[in-house]
């Protein structure tokens, strides 16, 4: 099946420092992916639709000078906490659909982030 | 808009009990369901879907699904239960509106 992977893993930063995040479709071309944050011991919370050559489409309330998502290629989307505080500490998992299964996603592993 | 709701955000059964766990939607149409399960500290794991094909969906693990569009439900069961179905559980709904964005429910977290 379609792979989707996540870089870093896990990631510690200190408080008013940026870190970024990269989803990678290994297999298949995603020119959409989606971007989710869980809290923890709770659901998934959609933050965004990332576009690949065009600008992403935020869900209300997420704010975007603050999640900045950048979809440089068919392959690849980022996410960059700007300015992280501890309040953005959450795990966040991307997901890209399959080009052919309408309607189904591709989850990738999750990124830990903790922000000290 | 559409949303989907699982009842009981815990759920405690024996090992080889029965495994129930609940899903229902809300849509002006039948929409694409999924069940997900998650481990700690991982990512989701598809364990089945409904496409609008087999009403009675078969998916890994042994686990299985029922959509039943009179009573807007997709629940999740087993026949029984094994120590490693311990995780938390995931019901979503795909938005067919083109987005293909899913919804997830609350999840359920279960307990063997």
């Keep these: 099946g379609a792979v989707v992977s996540q870089h870093p893993s896990w990631v510690i930063c200190k408080s008013g420092t940026s870190v970024k995040i990269e989803c990678r479709s290994l297999d298949f071309q995603a020119t959409t992916m989606f971007w989710y944050r869980q809290f923890p011991k709770q659901s998934l919370m959609l933050m965004a639709t990332s576009n690949e050559g065009s600008k992403a489409t935020y869900e209300q309330g997420v704010e975007k000078d603050k999640f900045l998502i950048n979809h440089a290629s068919l392959t690849l989307s980022t996410l960059t906490v700007t300015s992280a505080h501890p309040e953005d500490s959450s795990f966040y998992i991307c997901s890209a659909p399959d080009s052919v299964l309408v309607g189904e996603q591709y989850f990738g592993p999750g990124t830990r982030l903790t922000v000290t | ?112």
């Design chain 2, 1 to 112: 808009a559409q949303s989907v709701t699982q009842l009981g955000s815990h759920v405690s059964v024996s090992e080889g009990a029965l495994v129930l766990l609940r899903c229902n939607y809300s849509s002006s149409v039948p929409p694409y369901l999924f069940w997900y399960v998650q481990y700690p500290n991982q990512g989701l794991q598809l364990l089945l879907k409904y496409t609008s094909a087999a009403t009675l969906v078969k998916g890994i693990n042994g686990f299985e699904a029922e959509f039943k569009k009179s009573e807007t439900s997709f629940h999740l069961t087993k026949p029984s239960a094994h120590m490693s179905d311990a995780a938390e559980y995931f019901c979503a709904v795909s938005d067919l509106s083109g987005t293909y964005k899913y919804i997830f429910g609350t999840g359920t977290r279960l307990k063997v």
